[in-house]
């Protein structure tokens, strides 16, 4: 138990430092990112403090879809957001516009997004709200994967976008790298994503996210 609450929670900080490196890149952010960043021209929050606030809804809304939230799915919600805000109070990540330091820190964030993901995965205390409701929604409906998470990110980017949400050359970069990012992490460590404890990540019928191809 205590080398799971570990796993857990050095992911979840893992998962913060990648957002505030891609962040601070300011080549553009991941979507649900960009919809954060929106979200704070209008309301008076910081950015740890509005993913929280979109957790407790996603929570929700897979709640009413039949997937209930585990302990990993509750803090991930609430320490992700208070890791952000208190990276980005210390100060520790610059904010850079040299465009070669903005594509390292953009690539380092994504690549430790991936090993934040192995952590608190393998921790299986239950994904995150965001894939929980990912699961859900492909359970209710029974479409595949990759379409529900692209009509998923892609509305929440655009409704970010529209907020004023940063996208940029970077929003694109995080999404065709964050999966193999993944899944490397994986592969280093000798696992596969399908052989994580079920509330972790995966469906009943043992199908990883990566693999449906419906």
């Known amino acids: 138990m ?4 570990l796993f857990l929670f050095w992911g979840l900080f893992l998962f913060a430092l990648g957002i505030v490196l891609t962040v601070n890149s300011n080549l553009g952010t991941a979507p649900w990112d960009v919809l954060h960043l929106g979200l704070t021209n209008y309301l008076p929050f910081t950015m740890g403090q509005v993913s929280q606030l979109t957790g407790i ?11 209930k939230p585990g302990w990993g799915s509750l803090a991930n ?4 957001g208070l890791f952000i805000d208190m990276i980005l109070a210390a100060g520790w990540i610059p904010v850079t516009h040299y465009w070669l330091a903005q594509l390292v820190m953009l690539l380092a964030g994504v690549w430790l997004i991936g090993w934040a993901s192995y952590f608190y995965l393998s921790a299986a205390f239950g994904a995150g709200p ?7 929604a492909v359970q209710k409906t029974g479409w595949s994967v990759w379409k529900i998470r692209t ?7 655009a409704l970010g ?5 940063p996208i940029g050359v970077g929003t694109l970069i995080i999404a065709f790298t964050l999966g193999p990012s993944i899944q490397w992490a994986f592969n280093i460590m000798g ?3 399908q052989d994580i404890d079920h509330d ?13 191809t419906d």
């Open 2 to 5: 205590l080398k799971r609450l």
């Open 57 to 67: 809804i996603v929570i929700m809304a897979s709640w009413l879809l039949g997937v």
């Open 77 to 80: 919600m609430y320490f992700i």
């Open 130 to 136: 965001r894939d929980s409701f990912m699961v859900a």
């Open 151 to 157: 009509g998923i990110e892609t509305s929440v980017a």
């Open 161 to 165: 976008y529209f907020l004023g949400g």
């Open 191 to 193: 696992k596969r994503a």
């Open 200 to 212: 972790s990540f995966i469906f009943q019928k043992k199908q990883a996210v990566g693999e449906s």
